[in-house]
């Protein structure tokens, strides 16, 4: 069974603009959540999507957004980008709500200039 | 606040040179305690989840254990390829009802060397 991937893998922007992450879970997965990881706060949650429904969402600003399509596949938006959004974005997905195991895509290497 | 903490940030063995990575937690409501590994430039690659104190999961080289506070990650015998960063998150209920979330803490680097 493929694993969860996620596009682009690389990703160089300057500050001011919006990008857009795309991630596919895991085939029969149902919920999807992103993260932020950077070296100083290390893994960070950041939402997680259900049912085309954001069921959970963590400390980070109205920028961050994201939506989940019918077929579970989920796009993370980050607007207006800071420095401090350069990071290591990370998509995972788990059959059913965050109570099962959540396995890992490579993630999004986001360079914000 | 919830807080995941892990030590050493670093350790480095001598290859078959076995050793413990710790982690320690205070959460409100533990539903699970997960293991991860992560290789430079990768997604974590999930290894244990472990749900009550006493309980020992194992695989190859190492076997995870968790007690009301803290978890610890043995490696027996480690090889160069062990080397890796690995961490532990503790799954936690959110606000909404049925909801959790993992909360990481930021890992130990383990170099193996031969």
């Known amino acids: 069974k493929a694993g969860v991937t996620q596009t682009p893998r690389y990703l160089i922007k300057t500050r001011g603009q919006q990008v857009t992450l795309s991630c596919s879970p895991i085939?029969?997965?149902?919920?999807v959540s992103w993260y932020q990881q950077t070296p100083g706060q290390g893994l960070q949650f950041l939402f997680e999507?259900?049912?085309?429904?954001?069921?959970n969402k963590g400390n980070f600003p109205g920028r961050f957004s994201g939506r989940q399509f019918s077929n579970s596949r989920s796009e993370m938006n980050v607007s207006t980008l800071e420095l401090g959004d350069s990071a290591l974005y990370l998509c995972a997905s788990s059959q059913d709500r965050s109570t099962d195991t959540q396995y890992f895509g490579p993630g999004t290497r986001l360079t914000v200039l | 606040e919830d807080q995941v903490t892990q030590s050493p940030e670093a350790l480095r063995l001598q290859e078959g040179e076995s050793s413990s990575l710790n982690c320690s937690y205070t959460v409100s409501g533990l539903r699970g305690l997960f293991w991860y590994r992560q290789d430079p430039g990768k997604g974590p690659e999930f290894l244990f989840t472990l749900y009550s104190a006493g309980e020992e999961k194992e695989k190859e080289r190492l076997k995870a254990t968790l007690t009301k506070k803290e978890s610890f990650l043995h490696i027996t015998a480690p090889k160069p390829e062990d080397s890796a960063t690995y961490l532990c998150?503790?799954?936690?209920?959110?606000?909404?009802?049925?909801?959790?979330?993992?909360?990481f803490g930021k890992g130990t680097k383990l170099s193996v060397i031969p």
């Open positions: 999507y259900f049912s085309e429904t954001q069921r």
């Open positions: 085939s029969g997965h149902r919920s």
């Open positions: 998150a503790v799954q936690v209920p959110y606000s909404g009802a049925g909801s959790y979330q993992l909360t």
